[in-house]
């Protein structure tokens, strides 16, 4: 199911009925064009539902709505080459304000893009480079998956790589940090439930070390179990490097001396 729409540049949502998928898609591209932004609908198979209020909008906005095909937007042949992908989408959002637009919004149902394995991997991997671009860019986007056809897991994986999602058994997220900045941003809570996703999210977004460390901004990280801090060590530990965490979070310096954790430690921040 939907969830409302809410103000973030970049989210995940999953849905199990179009209607719901599509009122929500309106509600957010509607938004856009009062904001005075382009908006595109990507979508395999044609605008189905959206057509009508597709025309409308169109009307009232001339040049600012358009239906994208999705292999239009994602011309991927079968594999998406996650940086051509974020370049297609930075070009299109740089057209868009050479034209007078306050930036480009995007919902697109990517269900498609992510049905094997390899192509789940080349699409998180996406979403960690165009997360990173939309930070900064006048860009917003909602990336849409069928539950049914994609499955719990995988909607899982996608959705702990955005700012914001909708799965409620989600409750962390894990994305790149800026450029010159921490290796990477984690927030939310890792609890067991997050002792499968964490290593997948690490693996996708491959936060990088400097100077022997993997800074992580985890200025927005509400709880964290013996569990998560491991996975963390042994990322680390196959970096050849340490884990800082730049937390509030006392409890973490006391879990990592009851467990032995050696390879990571905290930064505290206000």
Same mark, same amino acid.
Not at 15 to 23: L, S
Not at 34 to 54: N, T, V, Y
Not at 211 to 219: N, T
């Given at each position: 199911?939907?969830?409302?729409?809410? @103000?973030?540049k970049?989210?995940?949502w999953s849905?199990?009925?179009?209607?719901?998928?599509?009122?929500a !898609?309106q509600e957010?591209?509607?938004? %856009?064009l009062? @904001? %005075?932004?382009? *908006?595109?609908?990507?979508?395999?198979?044609?605008? &189905?539902?959206?057509?009508?209020?597709?025309e409308?909008?169109?009307r009232?906005?001339?040049?600012a709505v358009?239906?994208?095909?999705?292999d239009?937007?994602?011309?991927?042949?079968?594999?998406? +080459?996650?940086? $051509?992908?974020?370049?297609r989408? #930075?070009a299109?959002?740089?057209a868009?304000?050479?034209?007078?637009?306050t930036?480009?919004?995007?919902?697109?149902?990517d #269900?498609p893009?992510?049905?094997?394995?390899?192509?789940? !991997?080349a699409? @998180?991997?996406?979403?960690?480079?165009v +997360?990173?671009y =939309?930070?900064t860019?006048?860009l917003?986007?909602?990336c849409?998956?069928?539950?049914?056809?994609? %499955? /719990?897991?995988? =909607?899982?994986e996608?959705?702990?790589?955005?700012?914001?999602s +909708?799965?409620?058994?989600v409750?962390f997220?894990l994305?790149?940090?800026?450029?010159?900045?921490?290796?990477? *941003?984690?927030?939310?809570?890792?609890?067991? @439930?997050?002792d499968?996703?964490?290593?997948a999210?690490?693996a996708?977004?491959?936060?990088?070390?400097t100077? &022997?460390? =993997?800074?992580?901004? $985890? $200025?927005g990280?509400?709880?964290? /179990?013996?569990?998560?801090?491991l996975?963390?060590?042994?990322?680390?530990?196959?970096a050849?490097?340490?884990?800082?965490?730049r937390t509030s979070l006392?409890t973490? +310096?006391?879990i990592?001396?009851l467990? %032995?954790?050696?390879?990571?430690?905290t930064?505290p921040?206000?």
């Open positions: 199911m939907v969830i409302a729409v809410a @103000a973030a970049h989210r995940c849905f199990e009925d179009q209607q719901q998928f599509e009122a !898609a957010f591209l509607a938004e %856009g009062a @904001a %005075g932004e382009r *908006i595109w609908f990507c979508r395999a198979g044609g605008p &189905g539902g959206m057509a009508a209020w597709l409308q909008a169109a009232a906005h001339p040049g358009e239906y994208v095909p999705l239009t937007a994602y011309p991927t042949g079968g594999w998406l +080459d996650p940086a $051509a992908q974020v370049a989408y #930075t299109a959002t740089d868009a304000v050479t034209e007078g637009y930036g480009l919004r995007v919902v697109a149902d #269900t893009l992510v049905r094997t394995p390899d192509q789940l !991997a699409f @998180a991997r996406y979403e960690t480079l +997360d990173r =939309i930070a860019a006048p917003r986007a909602v849409g998956f069928d539950r049914g056809r994609v %499955g /719990d897991r995988a =909607i899982a996608l959705a702990c790589l955005h700012p914001h +909708d799965p409620a058994n409750h997220a994305r790149a940090g800026p450029p010159g900045g921490p290796a990477a *941003i984690l927030s939310g809570e890792l609890d067991p @439930a997050a499968e996703l964490l290593p999210a690490l996708h977004v491959r936060p990088q070390p100077g &022997g460390s =993997i800074v992580f901004d $985890a $200025a990280l509400r709880f964290v /179990d013996h569990r998560a801090l996975h963390l060590h042994r990322y680390a530990e196959q050849q490097a340490e884990v800082v965490l006392g973490v +310096d006391r990592v001396d467990v %032995g954790i050696t390879r990571v430690r930064e921040v206000r």
